[in-house]
């Protein structure tokens, strides 16, 4: 090391190097590279004391900022308070509600009551005793809808396939009141279907079905007459195309048998549009037990391929495009029952009630 002509120390300090009070000159020396006797000295040293304080004096800068937009973020937000306390407060109008007289069965014909809601008295009044503890109000008020006025709405909205505020207007209730227990009554319906909804499966039921059938037409041996009816929907955006039926219409596929008497059997709605009507059955339960013997000779009438245990009046000619009618007057008397089965439960538009697939 440089000896330092600054240093007091005995012997010239030639071992050490005062760099307090040489930095001036040890700075020339690392810019110029001094050179002495046959050495060079190159001193590679970087001293960052000035880059240390450009640093700290940056951060306090950026410490200053932040607290400027605290500051001036608090006072914005102090003067939006006052504005707001300044403003005048506007008094929203009470709405009054508006009560009107709530539907019920009194002063109505019996015409009137199946032109309606596609029930007689009745039967409303069968329905309604079933129904009646599940929709039972906990809280009874002097404005609490009634469980009549409720199913009648309902009623008339499945009969009419009219939309929700229509329901409403009938039953003398507002839209939201109705919207809120339609699925109530929905469901409540619902649960009573294995009780009315029920295919012969003992012999006295079977017997008294194929008697009837035999006395309408002279047909022996029918339990039911089967076919399917398309029921329209809003279907789900992802398979929407697998709804489309051959009229390029959103639907459901739904199967039913009925009986002598016009009352549905059985039902299977759980098929798309697009599905064939014969697919249909051909994976029903039905189709199964009739293959098994569960039912003896019993069998079904429909525009359906013949089999065993199903008869058509009609089928397709094997020499020409035409049908070739193959079957007796009273075998077309009894399929008649199908479809006329089909139109008095109408098919419903279920897109108008709000009913929406989830498939």
């Not at 195309?241 to 048998?257: D, E, F, W």
Request: one cysteine or more; charged letters at 15%; glycine letters at 6%.
């Amino acid at each position: 090391m440089l000896p330092c002509k600054n240093d007091s120390r005995p012997g010239g300090g030639a071992k050490k190097f005062c760099k307090a009070r040489c930095a001036s000159k040890f700075n020339a020396w690392v810019r110029a590279g001094v050179k002495m006797g046959q050495t060079h000295l190159y001193l590679i040293r970087t001293h960052r004391t000035n880059n240390r304080a450009a640093e700290q004096q940056q951060g306090d800068m950026e410490v200053i900022f932040i607290q400027r937009a605290r500051r001036r973020r608090a006072l914005q937000q102090q003067q939006q308070l006052q504005q707001q306390q300044q403003r005048p407060q506007r008094q929203r109008r009470r709405q009054e509600r508006i009560f009107r007289p709530r539907t019920t069965l009194h002063g109505l014909r019996e015409h009137d009551i199946i032109q309606r809601y596609r029930l007689n008295w009745q039967a409303i009044q069968q329905l309604l005793r079933n129904i009646e503890q599940q929709l039972a109000p906990t809280l009874v008020t002097p404005h609490t809808i009634p469980t009549e006025t409720k199913l009648l709405a309902v009623l008339h909205l499945l009969a009419s396939s009219s939309f929700q505020t229509t329901g409403a207007l009938v039953g003398g209730i507002s839209q939201p009141s109705f919207s809120a227990f339609l699925p109530k009554v929905l469901d409540a319906i619902i649960r009573l279907t294995p009780l009315h909804i029920c295919f012969p499966n003992t012999l006295q039921k079977q017997q008294e079905t194929k008697q009837g059938f035999y006395a309408i037409s002279g047909f022996p041996h029918v339990l039911g007459a089967i076919d399917c009816t398309h029921v329209r929907l809003v279907p789900p955006a992802a398979t929407e195309h697998l709804y489309r039926n051959r009229k390029h219409t959103p639907s459901i596929n739904v199967q039913a048998i009925v009986d002598h008497q016009g009352l549905i059997s059985n039902i299977v709605a759980k098929y798309p549009g697009s599905v064939h009507d014969a697919f249909i059955f051909r994976l029903s339960t039905f189709n199964q037990h009739f293959q098994d013997g569960l039912y003896g000779n019993g069998l079904l009438v429909g525009k359906y391929k013949n089999t065993t245990y199903i008869h058509t009046a009609q089928q397709p000619s094997r020499t020409h495009n035409t049908y070739t009618t193959i079957a007796t007057p009273s075998q077309e008397h009894t399929e008649v029952l199908t479809s006329l089965a089909m139109f008095l439960k109408s098919p419903l538009n279920l897109s108008h009630i709000g009913i929406y697939s989830t498939a």
